[in-house]
């Protein structure tokens, strides 16, 4: 069974870079695209991205001027960077794992950032 | 904005049947997939490719689709089902994934 536990700072203020880890336990690493969603308080969910494991990337156009991620196959850890963030930043980030087409099977447990001076 | 709309609430009487729909125009090239979010907690499989359960989901949930609309049907809904619901699918050139803004599901 695949677990993924994810670690970052929870507060930011304006201007500064968001940074989340996730490790992946168990199961397939390289058979999945490894994606960052987010959710602001109250609202919906946002696709941020993903990364595949030879380092593919896939970028929302709505932030790809501002989003790295990366990832570390040897630790089985991907990571996401969200630069100049503000408060429209804030929400929870989930880090999950994409299978094909829209079947998103896991997720992490989720990370609130709140962006405030 | 989403490419994909839903209604934001439903109710439904306890052991109805409810559907929630969610439209847009790439769902008539790319699968829709249905999650279900509990406050708190992170989202959750129900449905993926229009109409497939993942093991564990009980089968009073499916799901279908018809043009541009695909719908999460729910056969006998118990309380534990009131929660949010969120259909997915790719936008209209592929290449980027978009979530329905939510439907909120009561059930009284």
């Known amino acids: 069974q695949v677990q993924l536990q994810q670690w970052g700072a929870g507060l930011l203020k304006p201007s500064e870079t968001l940074s989340l880890t996730c490790a992946v336990y168990g199961g397939s690493f390289s058979g999945y695209y490894w994606s960052w969603i987010r959710q602001p308080p109250g609202k919906g969910l946002e696709w941020i991205g993903e990364?595949?494991?030879?380092?593919?990337?896939n970028y929302n156009s709505s932030l790809k001027s501002r989003v790295t991620m990366s990832i570390e196959t040897s630790k089985n850890h991907f990571s996401l960077k969200l630069s100049s963030v503000t408060a429209a930043d804030t929400a929870v980030y989930y880090c999950a794992g994409r299978y094909y087409a829209s079947r998103v099977d896991y997720w992490g447990q989720g990370t609130l950032v709140a962006v405030s001076s | 904005s989403s490419e994909v709309t839903q209604d934001p609430a439903v109710s439904v009487a306890l052991g109805q049947t409810v559907r929630i729909t969610c439209q847009g125009d790439?769902?008539?090239?790319?699968?829709a997939s249905w999650y279900q979010q509990k406050p708190g907690q992170a989202p959750f499989l129900v449905i993926y490719g229009n109409n497939n359960r993942p093991s564990g989901i009980p089968d009073r949930f499916s799901g279908s689709t018809s043009g541009n609309t695909a719908s999460l049907t729910i056969t006998g809904a118990q309380a534990e089902d009131e929660a949010d619901y969120y259909c997915t699918s790719w936008d209209s050139r592929g290449t980027r994934l978009v979530f329905g803004g939510g439907t909120k599901l009561t059930v009284l």
């Open positions: 990364i595949n494991h030879s380092g593919s990337t």
């Open positions: 790439s769902l008539r090239t790319y699968y």
